[in-house]
T-cell receptor
C-alpha cells in the first residue's frame, strides 16, 4: 500500500527565501510528525499533529518555522526567511493512535533542503 | 530532557556473524522504544517497537530487548548479511508526542 510521501524530494533555496515542504501521510493515520535531521546529528522532533487537537509545537526551533495540517491529512511545513543552518533533511512520519496508544511511526523519504 | 545514546557509532562485521547494537536512555519513563534502519539517502524504516510493558520483540533475524529500569535497549541481529548494512537508530517515546532519537550505529556487513 501507499506509504508516507513527501515533496519535493530536494529543495535548493537562497538565504532569506521562504520554503514550503509537503507531507502526505498514510491514509487513516491520525497522528503526523515532522522531524529534522541535520548533517552529523540525530533526528530532532519539530511538531506533532493528532486529529483535531491543538498541535504540539514544542520542537520548533524558532518562529520562522510553522506547520499546518489541513483536513486532518496533508501537512505543510513552512520555513520563512531561511538561514543556512536550516539546511537539513526534513522527515515526516505518521502513525495510528489506537486505544490512546500511539503505534509504530512510518516515515517518508524526506525532503533534503539546502540553503545557499 | 530525554537523551538517547547509541554505542558503537560504527561497526564492521563479517557476513554471518551475530551482533548486538546498544541503546541507552536517561529517562526511564518511556511509552515505547522503537528501532529503525536508515539506508543512505533514504527515510527511516521501522524494524521493531517495544511497548513500555514489554521486555522484547522479535522479527525474523532481529530481536530487540528493553530494560526500562536500567535505561537500555539492545538490537540483536543474527546471521548478519550484507543487506543488513545501514544505519540503525533507536528512538524513545516519552511524554505525549516526542520521539527522542539516538545518533545511530552505522553497520557494515562485509561479504
Amino acid at each position: 500500500g501507499a506509504g508516507v510521501s513527501q515533496s519535493p524530494s530536494n529543495k535548493v533555496t537562497e538565504k532569506g527565501k521562504d520554503v514550503e515542504l509537503r507531507c502526505d501521510p498514510i491514509s487513516g493515520h491520525t497522528a503526523l510528525y515532522w522531524y529534522r535531521q541535520s548533517l552529523g546529528q540525530g533526528l530532532e522532533f519539530l511538531i506533532y499533529f493528532q486529529g483535531n487537537s491543538a498541535p504540539d509545537k514544542s520542537g520548533l526551533p524558532s518562529d520562522r518555522f510553522s506547520a499546518e495540517r489541513t483536513g486532518g491529512s496533508v501537512s505543510t511545513l513552512t520555513i520563512q526567511r531561511t538561514q543556512q543552518e536550516d539546511s537539513a533533511v526534513y522527515l515526516c512520519a505518521s502513525s495510528l493512535v489506537s486505544g490512546g496508544r500511539v503505534e509504530t511511526q512510518y516515515f517518508g523519504p524526506g525532503t533534503r533542503l539546502l540553503v545557499l | 530532557k530525554q537523551e538517547v545514546t547509541q554505542i558503537p557509532a560504527a561497526l564492521s562485521v563479517p557476513e554471518g556473524e551475530n551482533l548486538v547494537l546498544n541503546c541507552s536512555f536517561t529517562d526511564s519513563a518511556i511509552y515505547n522504544l522503537q528501532w529503525f534502519r536508515q539506508d543512505p539517502g533514504k527515510g527511516l524504516t521501522s524494524l521493531l517497537l517495544i511497548q513500555s510493558s514489554q521486555r522484547e520483540q522479535t522479527s525474523g533475524r532481529l530481536n530487540a530487548s528493553l530494560d526500562k529500569s536500567s535505561g537500555r535497549s539492545t538490537l540483536y541481529i543474527a546471521a548478519s548479511q550484507p543487506g543488513d548494512s545501514a544505519t540503525y537508530l533507536c528512538a524513545a517515546k516519552t511524554g505525549a508526542n516526542n520521539l527522542f532519537f539516538g545518533t545511530g550505529t552505522r553497520l557494515t556487513v562485509i561479504p
